[in-house]
């Protein structure tokens, strides 16, 4: 059975990079039509998705991180990244990682990480 | 301030139905599969509907999906106090870029 596992520092500083990878176990992260996806919820509110992958690189990201994301994918490794610059304590979440179902559904979900930006 | 608006809560005593609203436009639900999440406490969301009406297998029935024009609605049947928990609805919206949005989220309360 895939399951999916967030890693990566939980405290980093204004300013710097937030890195997190999500590791695909029990399947091959390149099999069957998905998308690779991050997803953030900061402490008692809502979901904002972060951005997707597709296996052959392909990405799209939310236009209000743009600017400042980027996903990636490893497939001799099974994983996938997310890397989120110049960060400030707005960006203090649960990051997820998820798998998307082509077209519309997120059906694989990680346990979630907590990050949080403060020096 | 979310694309797709949802009520902040709803709340219904056990056994009873209720239903919770997620309006759009023609960018996002209007012209896209819409799909349903539910976050219990403390835990990662759960795929509850996907393609605007359709079950993942372990999902009871007591749950179903709708859609008109550019809103959907989500249904629970027989409240179980098991069912409190946020519910988000999502799909792709292209006003900007291609890009998911999720709803703001619904608190469902079972008293």
């Known amino acids: 059975q895939v399951q999916l596992q967030e890693s990566g520092p939980g405290l980093v500083k204004p300013s710097q990079t937030l890195s997190l990878t999500c590791t695909v176990s029990?399947?091959?992260?390149?099999?069957?039509?998905?998308?690779w996806s991050w997803i953030r919820q900061p402490a008692g509110k809502g979901l904002e998705w972060i951005g997707r992958i597709y296996t052959s690189g392909s990405t799209n990201y939310n236009p209000s991180l743009k600017s400042r994301v980027t996903v990636s994918v490893d497939t001799s490794k099974n994983q996938f990244s997310l890397k989120l610059r110049s960060v400030t304590a707005a960006d203090t979440a649960v990051y997820y990682c998820?798998?998307?179902?082509?077209?519309?559904?997120?059906?694989?979900w990680g346990r979630g990480t907590l990050v949080t930006v403060s020096s | 301030q979310s694309v797709l608006t949802q009520p902040p809560s709803v709340s219904a005593a056990p056994g009873q139905n209720v239903t919770i609203s997620c309006s759009g436009s023609?960018?996002?639900?209007?012209?896209?599969?819409v799909s349903w999440y539910q976050q219990l406490p403390g835990t990662a969301p759960k795929l509850l509907i996907y393609?605007?009406?359709k079950r993942p297998s372990g999902i009871p029935d007591r749950f179903s999906g709708s859609k008109s024009g550019t809103s959907v609605t989500l249904g629970i049947t027989g409240l179980q106090t098991g069912d409190e928990a946020d519910y988000y609805c999502?799909?792709?919206?292209?006003?900007?870029?291609?890009?998911?949005?999720f709803g703001g989220g619904t608190k469902l309360t079972v008293l």
């Open positions: 999502g799909t792709w919206d292209s006003s900007l870029s291609v890009y998911w949005v």
């Open positions: 023609s960018s996002n639900i209007g012209n896209n599969y």
């Open positions: 029990g399947g091959s992260i390149s099999s069957g039509s998905y998308y």
């Open positions: 998820a798998r998307l179902v082509v077209p519309t559904k997120f059906d694989l």
């Open positions: 393609d605007n009406n």
